[in-house]
């Protein structure tokens, strides 16, 4: 339902090549951890890392209000790609839009979760292997990761539910988990690839062989009140990629989206997501 409120490379080139060739490539890892620290800073979000085998997460975390729920946002691809043709062998962003998207929320618990490899390691203290940012991204063991780091942090700050927030890869993370877990209270997406299969198709570009997609959870998922944010401008994840999502799930009751005019994938959205997030996902 529409609310008016307004062959054969990675498929993960397509999803990287907006990061990568606005020439973000030469942002030193240093920087990019100073730049994350600074946008959470300012937020008075802490850093924290949970260590959630086989990886390490690295988190921003505001947690004022014990017994409530809280708003979790997960990280996109990250810088995945160098070139079109060379991957990056460290995926963490240039410009984490999540962690933005988190600085702008006021809501009192607010817990941003980075993608593995990102700001961190590997459990083992191994290097991180590149299939991570690659074709395994939504691997089981990724998302073993998630689930443990996400159950420490309802133990720790005694979060009474989970409202998750993911930005493009992390709407699919976001998806997955929603579809895995039993405290999920809502869904929202940011350019959110909700279906990397039909994304791989549209694009013409090998699938993720290795990677969990939201449509297989889609009886679950049903059920979970959730709205999408789709860039009008957006030819990394067109709206075509929801729609597809949308179809697989046997219920459309739960769901909204909203097309944002302007807003390209990586564009447009930090400046207007206060008011977006006020769209509360709702079932009718």
């Known amino acids: 339902m529409h609310y008016d409120i307004q062959k054969s490379k990675s498929a993960a080139l397509v999803t990287g090549t907006a990061l990568l060739l606005?020439?973000?490539?030469?942002?030193?890892?240093?920087?990019?951890?100073?730049?994350?620290?600074d946008i959470a800073a300012g937020a008075n979000m802490q850093p924290q890392t949970f260590n959630a085998p086989p990886f390490i997460l690295s988190a921003f975390v505001k947690a004022s209000a014990p017994g409530a729920p809280a708003h979790v946002y997960i990280e996109g691809d990250g810088l995945a790609w160098l070139s079109r043709s060379q991957p990056s062998l460290n995926p963490t962003p240039t410009d984490p839009i999540a962690l933005r998207l988190a600085a702008k929320d006021s809501a009192p618990n607010?817990?941003?979760?980075?993608?593995?490899?990102?700001?961190?390691g590997t459990a083992n203290g191994e290097r991180c292997d590149m299939k991570y940012w690659m074709g395994s991204r939504y691997a089981p063991e990724v998302l073993q990761s998630y689930n443990r780091a996400l159950d420490e942090?309802?133990?720790?700050?005694?979060?009474?539910?989970?409202?998750?927030?993911?930005?493009?890869?992390?709407?699919?993370?976001?998806?997955?988990?929603?579809?895995?877990?039993?405290?999920?209270?809502?869904?929202?997406?940011?350019?959110?690839?909700?279906?990397?299969?039909?994304?791989?198709?549209?694009?013409?570009?090998?699938?993720?062989?290795?990677?969990?997609?939201?449509?297989?959870?889609?009886?679950?998922?049903?059920?979970?009140?959730?709205?999408?944010?789709?860039?009008?401008?957006?030819?990394i994840v067109p709206k075509s990629i929801y729609d597809s999502y949308a179809a697989a799930l046997p219920s459309q009751n739960?769901?909204?989206?909203?097309?944002?005019?302007?807003?390209?994938?990586?564009?447009?959205?930090?400046e207007t997501w206060p008011e977006l997030l006020r769209a509360t996902p709702r079932c009718r």
């Not at 607010?110 to 961190?120: D, F, N």
Request: with cysteine; hydrophobic share 35%.
């Open 110 to 120: 607010v817990i941003y979760l980075a993608r593995p490899c990102q700001y961190s």
């Open 254 to 270: 739960c769901m909204g989206y909203h097309i944002v005019e302007g807003a390209g994938h990586n564009s447009g959205w930090v």
């Open 22 to 37: 606005a020439g973000c490539a030469s942002v030193s890892l240093d920087g990019r951890h100073d730049l994350a620290r």
């Open 153 to 235: 942090l309802k133990r720790k700050y005694a979060l009474s539910g989970l409202d998750l927030i993911g930005f493009s890869g992390g709407g699919t993370m976001a998806a997955i988990l929603a579809g895995q877990r039993d405290d999920v209270r809502s869904l929202r997406s940011v350019a959110g690839n909700l279906d990397h299969i039909e994304h791989s198709r549209v694009h013409d570009v090998s699938s993720l062989g290795n990677s969990l997609n939201p449509p297989q959870y889609a009886n679950k998922l049903a059920r979970i009140p959730q709205y999408h944010f789709i860039g009008s401008e957006d030819d």
